[in-house]
């Protein structure tokens, strides 16, 4: 073909294209077409009539071969042109300017799929990297790497948007060609789907983002392992202390009975003063292990949520007058004086008796044990706005403030001079922390060096705050055990200083004075 037939066919089927619709870039590759088919149907009218004359007379060889090709030619032309306008995504040359940017600068690797989810075009700022290790993902090249297993929640994925979701989260294993020492078999991608639709609705396409997950589908993966470990550790050790604390008491009651047995010579008399006192130090040092024992299986308890309250109507005087009765001979030994004082009218409270006098008595014990010859120790009891408050004072040696936050914690006392001459393994605190949670009430501790402590608890005077912590705990009835530290808003509290009960450690002082 001439330029000047080249510039007709270009003319005329500018025109024609330009009403069907289309961008210029289109309408260059359709021209394209055209011309090709213009150059063939001009080799054609002179090779159809030459060849039809060969059989008829000129006269009808040649307006039936210029119709022929004519005819073949607007054919061809309209067919296509049809069907370059029905290629894949792929094969189009036009990516406008919103496609062209997410195929370019979109995080991780971008693909379009057709309706059916055959990849149709790769792109992604990353996908170069994802290409390195993938197979090629055109058509279904992307769906046969992906597990076995996440081959269906990919397809659903494709469905649901087909059936009228906007948009589709995912998360496929996509298998690796080549496995190093170094690479899993697996990479985790996390793929959104979102669904491009036409006029109508209908979908015409598919975009999905992807992004490697592996690293954190790991760490997720071994947190829960060593969570579960963790677990399970924690788990061996309380039946471990359970078990101990068991197996322990059996002896130690025939230890204690014996020692009793001997110290009370019903059997014979003692020959020296020196037996006497190693049967008494028998005694005291089984009692003692008893009373560890014994703390560790409530500990034991609290923790594994087998602790059971039995919430009853009880005077809390019976309780007080029990733990004094109980401790005054250890602290008249010491030079102290213990006094409860009980609120007027202050009636009946439903609560579990044994672990209120529990707490009293761990409360006062180490109250004794951390104050010296001539100090004063008292119980106090009150209702205050449906609370029972209870309260432990002495006039110790005080707790200093950046010692209090480890307060409360198993198997940990406050180290200095003076503590180091005491046994003890840093339990009781533990335990009352724990019995007072099951009591859904709270724990204060306020304290000054060198002038006492003031430990407060709070419980709810008709024992709902008994039913409050089963009902949060479950049926297992379980606590926050061992303790930890709790944030401003929680009930446990640490004080340095005697600001609400200031005078009452000032009048302590004062009788260790006198």
């Known amino acids: 073909m001439t330029d000047r037939a080249v510039a007709?066919?270009?003319?005329?089927?500018?025109?024609?294209?330009?009403?069907?619709?289309?961008?210029?870039?289109?309408?260059?590759?359709?021209?394209?077409?055209?011309?090709?088919?213009?150059?063939?149907?001009?080799?054609?009218?002179?090779?159809?009539?030459?060849?039809?004359?060969?059989?008829?007379?000129?006269?009808?060889a040649l307006p039936a071969g210029f119709a022929t090709?004519?005819?073949?030619?607007?054919?061809?032309?309209?067919?296509?042109?049809?069907?370059?306008?029905?290629k894949p995504l792929e094969m189009q040359a036009d990516i406008g300017p919103r496609e062209d940017l997410m195929l370019e600068a979109a995080a991780g690797i971008v693909m379009v799929l057709d309706p059916q989810g055959n990849v149709v075009t790769v792109g992604g700022r990353d996908r170069a990297e994802y290409?390195?290790?993938?197979?090629?993902?055109?058509?279904?090249?992307?769906?046969?790497?992906?597990?076995?297993?996440?081959?269906?929640?990919?397809?659903?994925?494709?469905?649901?948007?087909?059936q009228g979701h906007d948009?589709?989260?995912?998360?496929?294993?996509?298998?690796?060609?080549?496995?190093?020492?170094?690479?899993?078999?697996?990479?985790?991608?996390?793929?959104?789907?979102?669904?491009?639709?036409?006029?109508?609705?209908?979908?015409?396409?598919?975009?999905?983002q992807s992004s490697d997950i592996s690293i954190e589908r790991h760490m997720r993966d071994e947190a829960a392992r060593k969570t579960a470990e963790a677990e399970s550790a924690n788990d061996a050790k309380?039946?471990?202390?359970?078990?101990?604390s068991h197996e322990l008491r059996t002896p130690l009651n025939a230890i204690l009975g014996f020692s009793d047995i001997l110290s009370g010579e019903y059997f014979g008399k003692l020959e020296n003063d020196r037996q006497r006192e190693y049967v008494e130090l028998i005694h005291q040092s089984g009692a003692h292990l008893l009373s560890v024992v014994n703390t560790m299986l409530d500990m034991s308890k609290i923790e594994a949520g087998r602790y059971e309250l039995m919430a009853e109507p009880f005077e809390i005087a019976v309780a007080a007058s029990a733990c004094e009765a109980m401790l005054a001979l250890q602290a008249k030994a010491k030079g102290l004086s213990l006094t409860s004082r009980i609120q007027r009218g202050l009636?009946?409270?439903?609560a579990d008796q044994r672990a209120i006098q529990q707490i009293l008595i761990n409360l006062v014990s180490n109250a004794i044990k951390f104050t010296d010859a001539g100090g004063a120790i008292t119980i106090d009891a009150s209702a205050v706005g449906g609370m029972l408050q209870l309260s432990v004072?002495?006039?110790?040696?005080?707790?200093?403030?950046?010692q209090l936050s480890s307060l409360g914690q198993p198997f940990v006392q406050i180290q200095n001079d003076y503590t180091r001459r005491y046994e003890g393994t840093g339990l009781g605190l533990s335990l009352v922390k724990g019995l007072v949670e099951l009591h859904?009430?709270?724990?204060?501790?306020?304290?000054?060096?060198?002038?006492?402590?003031?430990?407060?608890?709070?419980?709810?005077?008709?024992?709902?705050?008994?039913?409050?912590?089963?009902?949060?705990?479950?049926?297992?009835?379980?606590?926050?055990?061992?303790?930890?530290?709790?944030?401003?808003?929680e009930p446990t509290h640490y004080q340095v200083g005697a600001n609400r009960t200031g005078d009452r450690l000032d009048d302590h002082a004062q009788a260790k004075i006198a």
């Open 8 to 60: 007709l066919v270009d003319r005329v089927g500018g025109n024609w294209l330009t009403r069907t619709g289309g961008t210029a870039s289109v309408h260059a590759e359709e021209l394209a077409i055209l011309r090709r088919l213009a150059m063939l149907s001009s080799v054609a009218l002179v090779a159809v009539p030459a060849g039809l004359s060969l059989v008829t007379s000129p006269a009808v």
């Open 393 to 402: 004072s002495d006039t110790g040696i005080g707790i200093a403030g950046d």
């Open 69 to 86: 090709v004519c005819a073949g030619f607007l054919f061809s032309a309209v067919g296509s042109i049809a069907l370059a306008r029905q």
């Open 440 to 489: 859904g009430g709270s724990f204060e501790i306020t304290s000054t060096p060198g002038e006492g402590t003031v430990v407060t608890i709070l419980v709810p005077l008709d024992g709902s705050g008994v039913v409050a912590a089963r009902g949060s705990a479950g049926e297992e009835n379980t606590v926050d055990f061992p303790p930890r530290l709790k944030n401003a808003t």
């Open 131 to 162: 290409l390195s290790w993938m197979r090629p993902p055109n058509g279904r090249g992307f769906l046969e790497q992906v597990h076995i297993s996440d081959r269906l929640l990919f397809l659903q994925a494709v469905d649901r948007l087909r």
């Open 347 to 350: 009636g009946e409270v439903v």
């Open 238 to 244: 309380s039946r471990f202390l359970a078990a101990v």
């Open 167 to 208: 948009a589709f989260a995912v998360t496929l294993r996509l298998e690796r060609p080549t496995v190093g020492r170094d690479r899993a078999q697996f990479v985790h991608l996390h793929m959104e789907l979102t669904a491009r639709r036409d006029p109508e609705g209908t979908v015409t396409s598919i975009v999905t």
